[in-house]
């Protein structure tokens, strides 16, 4: 896991050497693994939506609607991320990977 949180650190840098609105915070206070979707919202008008389907699939879904972002998705995404570990603190801080 600390492997690739160092991998997506680095993306979070390059993109915001670049002057891009991008970053990364990590839900691992959750007592189980709850199976959640993971979300990304871009430009303030387009979702991206994707989950785990079995133990080989993953299923995603984009969505461009500043509408749909902002009725349906721009609460719970605040919520979550309000929540969220930024990644520069579980580099800190990591979390023992269960054995």
Known sequence: MIDHLRQELAVVARAQ???RHYNISVLNDMPQDVGAISMGIYDDDQVFISYASGRDRMIGISIRSRD??????EHYYDHLWAKATPIRKCLEDPVPEPS
């Not at 749909?68 to 998705?73: E, G, I, N, T």
């Open 68 to 73: 749909v972002v902002r009725d349906c998705f």
């Open 17 to 19: 050497a670049a002057k």
